[in-house]
């Protein structure tokens, strides 16, 4: 192993959960420090991240570390572990990449450097094996959280009404809490008495009585109270699953099948009685059967999710007609003072016409057309150096194995000799495998757009927004920027104010669809048309 005298070295340190000791941090810079030592260097920096897990990739202290080495002020990563760096495999090998790129060596205390010539082998079988740990994390955590479920205890999470208390060390488990207590009756009261669910967010707001979260409530908070049966003493665990979704890494939960939630009757928790509780969901149940009256089915809106009011921030969502559009915010009792409507086709007409204007301007389909052109020939250069470089090392491979296998033909058949034998193979096998899928990915040559495919797109689409308006919602959200920001008019019967930045980049993602250098297959090379634009003008509000 090289020496790092003279080397700028920097050491990564990180732990996962606040429920693990912060002391790991100092424990794993000190073995980083030993072993830093023994290669003859000294420690320029530490980096470190505490309580974030290794699947999140954005993290502040890892985030510090790669522009320390992309700036050059970092030669040398030391860290315990690869899995420190990364558990998710694909998130691991872009960050190797990128410290390769940057020209920096990483160490880990586990037995991986770069410069070691099975680097690359190395790092995808420990990436497997983090991944593989995670998931028996995850099982175990689960596991865990179900015997505390059974036990009485505590499995996180804030539930209004209940606060967890812990005696003498012992897991903390949910007692009533007498003031919250009555709040949550008071809400039962109400609601049995006939008030609508935005009636008592705002009655509670106006009192100034805090949510859950510390801060104002909403008619959604009220109904999920009216739901929850751990008020009637029943505790219900498993209901959601996070996942972790792999494009925006960001967390996001789904519903378990009932199948798999547990109950346990927990009348120490039981907050309102039995009469009170049936009476409660009997007028629920009441107010969904009415408003299923007659219902026509559910159809999407092409500006769904793309429209925010400018005073609070909130969506703006589409009201009971389905004719406008008004702000989240006021109607979920948060204070927001945007009493005016905004017509949906009024706005969706505006959005439609400034996509249209801005983006398929003659110099921005040109311009974008030779930016695909340049990023496929990138592309393709790319994927032609790797593939000699790989096939170059699968030739010293077959070369080497080639005298092993000698060696073994003349009687040195030793168990050293098998295992060198055995993890060449393993290698070669990467190699090949590497080569195949290079190899595919030359073969599917991504096709050129013309000027009139790409205008033609914008120009249906109109037709689209009335034809399919969900799918028209997907295409509009890939060629916005930004949300539409709608300002509410200063007169009570004014227009709105819009404002929104188009981006080219989404015209090209939504025209390659499923084509080589939309799905990824350039590689982090590609960067699409940088162009962007602001757009803004005024669109009628309610109608006259």
């Excluded at 149940?285 to 299923?292: L, M, Y």
């Amino acid at each position: 192993m090289r020496r790092l005298e003279g080397r700028r070295v920097a050491v990564y340190a990180r732990y996962s959960t606040d429920k693990q000791n912060p002391r790991s941090i100092d424990d794993q810079v000190r073995l980083c420090s030993e072993r830093i030592t023994q290669l003859g260097g000294t420690i320029a920096a530490v980096f470190r991240d505490e309580a974030i897990s290794g699947v999140v990739a954005d993290r502040p202290g890892l985030d510090a570390l790669k522009d320390a080495v992309r700036s050059g002020a970092v030669d040398v990563v030391v860290c315990e572990e690869l899995s420190r760096i990364a558990r998710d495999q694909e998130h691991l090998h872009g960050t190797l990449k990128r410290f390769s790129s940057w020209g920096a060596r990483l160490i880990a205390l586990d037995g991986y450097d770069t410069e070691s010539e099975s680097a690359e082998l190395t790092a995808s079988v420990r990436g497997m094996l983090g991944a593989l740990e995670l998931g028996k994390l995850r099982d175990r955590t689960r596991r865990g959280l179900i015997g505390r479920h059974e036990a009485g205890q505590s499995t996180g999470g804030k539930t209004y009404g209940y606060r967890s208390v812990s005696k003498d060390g012992a897991p903390a488990v949910p007692v009533i809490d007498t003031t919250e207590a009555e709040v949550v009756r008071r809400i039962f009261a109400w609601h049995i008495a006939g008030l609508g669910q935005r009636e008592i967010a705002e009655r509670l707001n106006r009192e100034g009585v805090l949510s859950a979260r510390g801060g104002k409530w909403g008619h959604t908070a009220i109904r999920a109270m009216l739901r929850n049966e751990r008020y009637a003493g029943i505790v219900i665990f498993g209901r959601r699953q996070w996942l972790r979704d792999a494009e925006t890494d960001k967390r996001r939960w789904r519903k378990r099948e009932r199948s798999e939630w547990r109950r346990r009757e927990a009348p120490e928790l039981r907050i309102v009685d039995a009469e009170t509780w049936e009476a409660a969901q009997r007028r629920m149940h009441a107010g969904a059967s009415k408003r299923d009256l007659g219902r026509l089915p559910k159809r999407g809106y092409p500006l769904s999710g793309l429209l925010v009011c400018s005073l609070c921030s909130e969506p703006m969502t589409i009201t009971a007609g389905g004719r406008y559009y008004a702000c989240s915010g006021r109607k979920k009792g948060h204070g927001c003072s945007n009493r005016a409507s905004l017509s949906e086709p009024a706005i969706r007409a505006w959005l439609i016409e400034q996509v249209m204007s801005a983006l398929g301007a003659d110099a921005v389909l040109d311009g974008l057309r030779a930016d695909i052109a340049r990023s496929i020939g990138e592309h393709d250069r790319s994927i032609r150096a790797e593939l000699q470089q790989r096939r170059s090392t699968l030739s010293r491979l077959e070369t080497g194995l080639g005298t092993l296998y000698d060696l073994i033909a003349e009687g040195d058949a030793s168990p050293t000799l098998r295992a060198k034998i055995a993890e060449r193979e393993d290698h070669a096998q990467l190699q090949r495998a590497a080569i195949a899928a290079l190899e595919h990915r030359l073969r599917r040559v991504p096709v050129l757009p013309s000027r009139d495919e790409l205008a033609g797109f914008l120009q249906a689409l109109p037709a689209l927004a009335a034809r399919e308006p969900t799918e028209a919602r997907a295409v509009l959200g890939r060629l916005c920027k930004t949300p539409v920001t709608c300002k509410p008019p200063e007169q009570s019967r004014g227009p709105y104010w819009a404002r929104v930045e188009l981006s080219a980049a989404g015209l090209l993602a939504q025209h390659a669809q499923g084509a080589l250098y939309a799905s990824g297959g350039c590689g982090g090379g590609f960067s699409p048309l940088a162009y962007a634009v602001v757009r803004e003008g005024a669109v009628r509000g309610k109608a006259q």
